[in-house]
Antibody, heavy 123, light 110 residues
Framework: QVTLRESGPALVKPTQTLTLTCTFS??????????VSWIRQPPGKALEWLAL???????FYISSLRTRLTISKDTSKNQVVLTMTNMDPVDTATYYC???????????????WGQGTTVTVSS | DIQMTQSPSSLSASVGDRVTITCQAS??????LNWYQQKPGKAPKLLIY???NLEIGVPSRFSGSGSGTHFTFTISSLQPEDVATYYC????????????FGPGTKVDIK
């Protein structure tokens, strides 16, 4: 059974750095075709993909936040970490991690999601 | 970056009705499109991948079609448990890999 769980602070102050951890089980991030994505959702708004790390250590980021985001993995611990610098109240959102699998020739799908963790940015 | 439009933004239909949602990409994305269902307070759930493939365990009343720039998601017979927001998601898998979600369609029961 594949599971993912997000963890991190519920409250951060403006300008601080947010560090979120995705701990997963049921698959290995060293297996070809396996990736983990981070996605966020501000209250009442749509989903926004943030970053992806794949089995080959390739890293991909949303263009608008590229300079603030870092994604990394610890394969031995089955964890993926996302850091976001210079947090602002507009970054208040529920943050999800999701297993993203590469199927066939260039097809990707976010097939298993964590429950999400809510982060509020406020002084 | 590729832009996604999704319509309608919300709809209300009766149980048993056929419901259709469309998603349009600003560029040809072949079949690089997925559909997700999100119930209130829950994480999204994958329903359809690669435009028309039903995820394992998803009821057959859900279906997807299309390629290129125009895509359609259909619920053939709306059920009360289908009340949710539905999102299309495209990805540009020419490097760099980038994902974009549509703005969502909120579906409820009339």
């Amino acid at each position: 059974q594949v599971t993912l769980r997000e963890s991190g602070p519920a409250l951060v102050k403006p300008t601080q750095t947010l560090t979120l951890t995705c701990t997963f089980s049921g698959f290995s991030l060293s297996t070809r075709g396996m990736c983990v994505s981070w996605i966020r959702q501000p209250p009442g708004k749509a989903l926004e993909w943030l970053a992806l790390i794949d089995w080959d250590d390739d890293l991909f980021y949303i263009s608008s936040l590229r300079t603030r985001l870092t994604i990394s993995k610890d394969t031995s611990k089955n964890q993926v970490v996302l850091t976001m610098t210079n947090m602002d109240p507009v970054d208040t959102a529920t943050y999800y991690c999701a297993r993203t699998t590469s199927v066939g020739t260039g097809y990707y799908q976010m097939d298993v999601w964590g429950q999400g963790t809510t982060v509020t940015v406020s002084s | 970056d590729i832009q996604m439009t999704q319509s309608p933004s919300s709809l209300s239909a009766s149980v048993g009705d056929r419901v259709t949602i469309t998603c349009q990409a600003s560029e040809d994305i072949s079949k690089s499109l997925n559909w997700y269902q999100q119930k209130p307070g829950k994480a999204p759930k994958l329903l359809i991948y690669a435009a028309s493939n039903l995820e394992i365990g998803v009821p057959s009343r859900f279906s997807g079609s299309g390629s290129g720039t125009h895509f359609t998601f259909t619920i053939s017979s709306l059920q009360p448990e289908d009340v949710a927001t539905y999102y299309c998601q495209q990805y540009d898998n020419l490097p760099p890999l980038l994902f974009t979600f549509g703005p969502g369609t909120k579906v409820d029961i009339k």
